[in-house]
């Protein structure tokens, strides 16, 4: 299973246990310290991190029927390309996209974006299950630096 598609489980979901363990990262890793709400995993090797944020502070999973406390996986960051740390990301990116889409291809393939950052080069579109797909995309709009998936009000 691709990590964005675990986008709303909660940590403690066998399915989230499994691409933890997978990539060498103990399941008791994921737990906040005081006064945080959430925790950002880094799986550098992978091409992505995840970021498990109190289900308090998601208001679409409030009335969701998890227990006060849990953990839900509200964000995922795929890097398409090596940058830095992370190797990139090479399961196969969501939606059709491919690392080589300009800002252009990106939005010939999703239609236009529900909204444009007016300070950061990134285009959002909200998908109709309560989660986003947020592009980021270096200054001159040729290539795809990040690709986050995430719960659209965490």
Not at 27 to 52: A, T
Not at 54 to 74: D, F, H, K, N, T
Request: proline share 8%; charged share 25%.
């Amino acid at each position: 299973m691709k990590p964005y598609e675990l986008v709303s489980a909660t940590s403690t979901d066998p399915r989230v246990q499994e691409l933890l363990v997978r990539h060498g990262i103990p399941p008791s890793r994921v737990k906040l310290k005081r006064g945080s709400h959430d925790i950002g995993i880094e799986v550098p090797e992978g091409g992505f991190d995840l970021v498990f944020t109190l289900v308090e502070a998601v208001p679409s999973m409030v009335r969701g029927g998890l227990s006060e406390g849990a953990l839900v996986l509200s964000a995922v960051f795929l890097y398409p390309e090596a940058t830095g740390k992370h190797a990139g990301f090479r399961q196969g990116l969501p939606e059709g996209l491919t690392a080589e889409m300009t800002r252009g291809d990106v939005s010939a393939l999703l239609g236009p974006p529900d909204s444009v950052s007016p300070v950061f080069p990134n285009d959002r579109w909200d998908r109709g299950d309560g989660r986003s797909l947020i592009v980021d995309f270096s200054e001159d709009g040729q290539r795809m630096t990040l690709v986050t998936l995430q719960i659209s009000d965490a």
